[in-house]
C-alpha cells in the first residue's frame, strides 16, 4: 500500500531538507544530512508546535569506563515512576553503523521509557569506519554487561532486563543476547528482546524488499549497500552478529521472547521477517509484525505519526508482559515543572546539534532555536516570582542570525550560547530543587501543566504553510 499520510509528509520533508542518500558520499559527508528527527522538528515547528521532546521523568548522561576508553549512555526514567527497583531495557540506536546518535534517536526511548514504565538505557556505541567491526557490538555487550552489574545505581532490577533497538542496533541488540547465552546459565540474562527493524542476513541479497525499495527514504537498499561496504569484510558479514539469521539453531534456542517489528516500505523489511521465522524455528516465542504504509525507521517518528504511537504502544505492552508488569501500558502522569524544563533544553540541544553539524538551512534553524529560547524564558517568567533565574541569551542569538557571520565566528558563537544555556542549567537545578522542597511535588505538576499551557502559546503564532504533493 501507500506511505501512510503521515509518514509520507516527514519523508517528503526529509527529502526536501536533503537527506538524500548521495552515491560516493564518505561517511563523514552522511553524518551532515538531515536525519529523521531532523525532518520533524522542522514539521513540528512550521505547525506552530513546540520543539521540546517528550517530558520524560529525569535523563542523565554518564560515561562506562571501559578498557577501549569511556562509553557514553544516557538513561532514561519514566514519568510517575515508583521508587523502584524497575524493569530495564537497554537500547542501541540505529544508523547503518556510520550515523546516527543518542541525539538523533531520543523519541524512540523516550515514548518507551513513559509507556513501559521502564528505565531506558541508550548506548551511544562506537561507529564505522573509524572504529571496524565489531567494536559497536562489542559497545553494545558492554553497555548491557555493565547495566546487569550495576544496576542498583539506576534504580533498576536486574531480574528484568531486556534489550533492543532500531535497525542495526536492534542486531547489535540481539548479538548482546547470543553472548550471554553463550555464557552458559539463566541468572541475569535478558528477558525479552524488542528488535526494530533488524537486519537479518547480509550475506544474500536476493531479497525481493531490496529490489522495491533500492532508492527509499530514510533507507534505500543503495544506501544499505553502500554502508555494509564500509562496514563490513565480506567474511565478516558471515558472523552471526552481524547475520544473527545464521547463527546455529543450538545458539539461537537460548534466545528469550521477542518481538520484531518490520516496515513496509524498507529495504530490510524481508529478512527483518525471515529472521523471525528462523526464532519460530529455534523454538524461541517470536511474534512479527508488519507495519502497514511504513519506512524504515518509522518509529522515531512518533511526535507526528499515528501508526508510530501505535508500534510504540505494542512494543510497550510487550515489554510489560516480560516484566510482569500489570497493564498494557504505564498510567499517563504529567510532567511537573522541572521535567518541562529539562524537556526544553533537550529541544535546545538538538538544535544546537543540528546547527553544528551543518544538517540543514542555517538561517531557518537560528529561527528555530531562537523560537525555543523564546519559549523557555515565558516557562521561566510564569513559574512563582523569584524561583527562577530568568535567561537573556538574545545578546549571544546576534552573530548566529547575522548572514555575514563566517563559519568559524558561527560556531565560536553556538558554543557560547551552549554554555551559557547549560549554566543556566545548573543554577535552575538549584532552584527547582528548593522549589521543589518550598511547595511539593503536587504543585510542581501543576506548574508543570502551566508551563506545558505557556509554551503552547508561545509557539502558537502563525507559521507559513507548507504543501506536500503526492
Given at each position: 500500500?501507500a506511505l501512510?499520510?503521515?509518514?509520507?509528509?516527514?519523508?517528503?520533508?526529509l527529502?526536501?531538507l536533503?537527506?538524500?542518500?548521495?552515491?560516493g558520499?564518505?561517511?563523514?559527508?552522511a553524518?551532515?544530512r538531515?536525519v529523521?528527527a531532523?525532518?520533524?522538528?522542522?514539521?513540528?515547528?512550521?505547525?506552530?508546535?513546540?520543539?521540546?521532546?517528550?517530558?520524560?521523568?529525569?535523563?542523565e548522561?554518564?560515561e562506562?569506563?571501559?578498557?577501549?576508553?569511556?562509553?557514553?549512555?544516557?538513561?532514561?526514567w519514566?514519568?510517575?515512576a515508583?521508587?523502584?527497583?524497575?524493569?530495564?531495557?537497554?537500547?542501541?540506536?540505529?544508523?547503518?553503523?556510520?550515523t546516527?546518535?543518542?541525539?538523533?534517536?531520543?523519541a524512540?526511548?523516550?515514548a518507551i521509557?513513559n509507556?513501559a514504565?521502564?528505565?531506558?538505557?541508550?548506548v551511544?556505541?562506537?561507529?564505522?569506519?573509524?572504529?571496524?567491526?565489531?567494536?559497536?557490538?562489542?559497545?553494545?555487550?558492554?553497555?548491557?554487561?555493565?547495566v546487569?552489574?550495576?544496576?542498583?545505581q539506576?534504580?533498576?532490577?536486574?531480574?528484568?532486563?531486556?534489550?533492543?533497538?532500531e535497525?542495526?542496533?536492534?542486531?547489535?541488540a540481539?548479538?548482546?543476547?547470543?553472548a550471554?547465552?553463550?555464557?552458559g546459565g539463566v541468572?541475569n540474562?535478558?528477558?525479552?528482546?524488542?528488535?526494530?527493524?533488524?537486519?537479518?542476513?547480509?550475506?544474500r541479497?536476493?531479497?525481493a524488499?531490496?529490489?522495491t525499495?533500492?532508492a527509499?527514504?530514510p533507507?534505500g537498499?543503495?544506501?544499505?549497500?553502500?554502508?555494509i561496504?564500509?562496514?563490513?569484510?565480506?567474511?565478516?558479514?558471515?558472523?552471526?552478529?552481524?547475520?544473527?539469521?545464521?547463527?546455529?539453531?543450538?545458539?539461537l534456542?537460548?534466545?528469550?521472547?521477542t518481538?520484531?517489528?518490520?516496515a513496509?516500505?524498507?529495504?530490510?523489511?524481508?529478512?527483518?521477517?525471515a529472521?523471525?521465522?528462523?526464532?519460530l524455528?529455534?523454538?524461541?516465542?517470536?511474534?512479527?509484525?508488519?507495519?502497514?504504509?511504513?519506512t524504515?525507521?518509522?518509529v522515531?517518528m512518533?511526535p507526528l505519526?499515528?501508526?508510530?504511537?501505535?508500534?510504540?504502544?505494542?512494543?510497550?505492552?510487550?515489554?510489560?508482559?516480560?516484566?510482569?508488569?500489570?497493564?498494557?501500558?504505564a498510567?499517563?502522569?504529567?510532567?511537573?515543572?522541572?521535567?518541562?524544563?529539562?524537556?526544553?533544553?533537550?529541544?535546545?540541544?538538538?538544535?544546537?546539534?543540528q546547527?553544528a553539524?551543518?544538517r540543514?538551512?542555517?538561517?531557518?534553524l537560528?529561527?528555530?532555536?531562537?523560537?525555543?529560547?523564546?519559549?523557555?524564558?515565558?516557562?521561566?517568567?510564569?513559574?512563582?516570582a523569584?524561583?527562577?533565574?530568568?535567561?537573556?541569551l538574545g545578546?549571544?542569538l546576534e552573530?548566529?542570525e547575522?548572514?555575514?557571520?563566517?563559519?568559524?565566528?558561527?560556531?565560536?558563537?553556538?558554543?557560547?550560547?551552549?554554555?551559557a544555556?547549560?549554566?543556566l542549567r545548573v543554577?535552575q537545578?538549584?532552584?527547582?530543587?528548593?522549589?521543589?522542597?518550598?511547595?511539593?511535588n503536587?504543585r510542581?505538576?501543576?506548574?508543570?501543566?502551566?508551563?506545558?499551557?505557556?509554551?503552547?502559546?508561545?509557539?502558537?503564532?502563525?507559521?507559513?504553510?507548507?504543501?506536500?504533493s503526492?
Amino acid at each position: 500500500m501507500a506511505l501512510d499520510p503521515e509518514i509520507h509528509t516527514v519523508v517528503a520533508e526529509l527529502e526536501r531538507l536533503g537527506g538524500s542518500f548521495l552515491a560516493g558520499s564518505t561517511a563523514e559527508e552522511a553524518r551532515h544530512r538531515p536525519v529523521v528527527a531532523d525532518a520533524v522538528r522542522s514539521l513540528l515547528w512550521a505547525e506552530g508546535t513546540s520543539l521540546a521532546p517528550e517530558p520524560v521523568g529525569a535523563v542523565e548522561d554518564i560515561e562506562i569506563p571501559l578498557s577501549t576508553g569511556a562509553l557514553p549512555i544516557r538513561v532514561y526514567w519514566p514519568l510517575g515512576a515508583d521508587p523502584g527497583p524497575l524493569p530495564v531495557l537497554v537500547y542501541a540506536h540505529g544508523g547503518t553503523w556510520l550515523t546516527g546518535d543518542a541525539d538523533a534517536y531520543d523519541a524512540t526511548p523516550r515514548a518507551i521509557t513513559n509507556r513501559a514504565g521502564c528505565i531506558v538505557v541508550s548506548v551511544d556505541y562506537r561507529r564505522a569506519p573509524e572504529h571496524a567491526f565489531p567494536a559497536a557490538h562489542d559497545d553494545v555487550l558492554a553497555a548491557t554487561r555493565w547495566v546487569v552489574t550495576n544496576i542498583a545505581q539506576l534504580s533498576g532490577d536486574a531480574a528484568r532486563v531486556a534489550v533492543g533497538g532500531e535497525g542495526p542496533g536492534a542486531t547489535m541488540a540481539l548479538a548482546a543476547c547470543l553472548a550471554f547465552g553463550r555464557q552458559g546459565g539463566v541468572a541475569n540474562r535478558p528477558v525479552f528482546q524488542l528488535l526494530l527493524y533488524p537486519v537479518g542476513d547480509l550475506v544474500r541479497s536476493d531479497w525481493a524488499s531490496f529490489r522495491t525499495y533500492d532508492a527509499a527514504l530514510p533507507l534505500g537498499a543503495e544506501m544499505l549497500e553502500w554502508a555494509i561496504e564500509l562496514v563490513a569484510s565480506r567474511r565478516d558479514r558471515e558472523d552471526p552478529r552481524l547475520s544473527p539469521a545464521r547463527a546455529t539453531r543450538s545458539e539461537l534456542s537460548g534466545l528469550p521472547s521477542t518481538l520484531i517489528v518490520t516496515a513496509e516500505h524498507d529495504p530490510l523489511r524481508d529478512q527483518g521477517e525471515a529472521l523471525g521465522r528462523t526464532l519460530l524455528d529455534a523454538g524461541i516465542d517470536a511474534t512479527t509484525l508488519r507495519f502497514a504504509g511504513t519506512t524504515h525507521d518509522f518509529v522515531s517518528m512518533n511526535p507526528l505519526a499515528g501508526v508510530a504511537q501505535t508500534a510504540v504502544a505494542l512494543a510497550a505492552k510487550h515489554l510489560r508482559a516480560a516484566f510482569g508488569q500489570p497493564g498494557e501500558t504505564a498510567p499517563a502522569v504529567a510532567p511537573d515543572l522541572a521535567q518541562v524544563i529539562d524537556a526544553d533544553d533537550a529541544g535546545i540541544r538538538a538544535l544546537r546539534a543540528q546547527l553544528a553539524a551543518g544538517r540543514g538551512d542555517r538561517s531557518t534553524l537560528v529561527e528555530q532555536l531562537r523560537d525555543a529560547l523564546v519559549a523557555r524564558r515565558e516557562i521561566e517568567e510564569a513559574a512563582p516570582a523569584g524561583a527562577l533565574t530568568i535567561s537573556d541569551l538574545g545578546a549571544l542569538l546576534e552573530p548566529l542570525e547575522d548572514q555575514a557571520t563566517g563559519t568559524t565566528r558561527f560556531h565560536v558563537a553556538l558554543d557560547a550560547l551552549g554554555a551559557a544555556v547549560d549554566d543556566l542549567r545548573v543554577m535552575q537545578e538549584r532552584e527547582l530543587a528548593d522549589l521543589r522542597a518550598e511547595v511539593g511535588n503536587d504543585r510542581m505538576r501543576e506548574m508543570g501543566m502551566t508551563a506545558l499551557k505557556t509554551r503552547k502559546a508561545a509557539h502558537g503564532h502563525v507559521r507559513r504553510a507548507m504543501a506536500y504533493s503526492g
